[in-house]
C-alpha cells in the first residue's frame, strides 16, 4: 500500500460541551463552529485529546469444531480524554458533572453538587472537533456521557495548573446512536 500525505492526520481538536439532548450540527455543517447556544466551547488542551473505542467481542463455541465459529459484540466502552488547559470554575462544573456557580462582587464561587447518591447525574454531550485525511475536519458527537475519572489539579512553578477529563459514553436508546462521526469530504 502507498502512503501518501494527504491520508495522514496532524493536529489538535476542539471540544464543546451541551446538555444531553442538545440539537446537533447538521452533517452538512461539518466545517463551521456548533451553535453557542446549545455547546460551550472548553478552550485549549493540553496534551492532546484522546478517543477510545473498547469493544468486546464474546466467542460462539460448539462442540462440533475447535475454532471459535463467530463471535458477539457485547461490551462497548467509548471515551473522551483531555487535559483542559483552562481551569476555570465553569469548566470544573462540567469536570464534575455539576455543582452550583454564583459570583458576586469581586467573586465567583463553586460548589459540587451533595444531594444523594441516588440521585440521577447530569448527563452531557461533547463534540470533539478534530481533523479527518484530506486537511478535512472530522467531527465526533458523543450523545451521552459524563466524566468519569480521577480529577486532580496540580500548582506547580514549572507546569501549567491542566483539569485532566475522561468523559465516557452510555446508551441513549434503541433508535439513537451513542455516538456519530463525521469527515467532511470537501
Request: glycine share 8%; hydrophobic share 40%.
Amino acid at each position: 500500500m502507498a502512503v501518501t500525505t494527504t491520508e495522514l492526520i496532524m493536529g489538535p481538536a476542539d471540544l464543546y460541551i451541551g446538555s444531553f439532548g442538545a440539537l446537533e450540527p447538521l452533517d452538512t455543517a461539518i466545517n463551521t463552529t456548533p451553535a453557542a447556544s446549545s455547546w460551550t466551547d472548553l478552550g485549549g488542551t493540553q496534551d492532546g485529546v484522546k478517543l477510545g473505542i473498547d469493544q468486546t467481542y464474546t466467542a460462539l463455541e460448539v462442540d462440533q469444531v475447535v475454532d471459535e465459529v463467530g463471535g458477539r459484540l457485547t461490551k462497548r466502552l467509548f471515551t473522551v480524554e483531555t487535559n483542559l488547559a483552562q481551569p476555570t470554575l465553569e469548566n470544573l462544573k462540567y469536570v464534575l458533572n455539576d455543582g452550583t456557580a454564583a459570583s458576586g462582587a469581586g467573586y465567583k464561587s463553586f460548589e459540587p453538587i451533595y444531594a444523594s447518591s441516588a440521585t440521577q447525574p447530569t448527563y452531557r454531550a461533547v463534540i470533539l472537533d478534530g481533523y479527518a485525511p484530506g486537511q478535512l475536519r472530522r467531527r465526533f458527537i458523543v450523545r451521552r456521557c459524563l466524566s468519569n475519572d480521577k480529577v486532580e489539579s496540580s500548582y506547580k512553578k514549572d507546569g501549567m495548573t491542566l483539569f485532566p477529563v475522561k468523559w465516557q459514553g452510555f446508551f441513549v436508546s434503541a433508535s439513537i446512536a451513542p455516538f456519530k462521526l463525521i469527515d467532511a469530504t470537501a
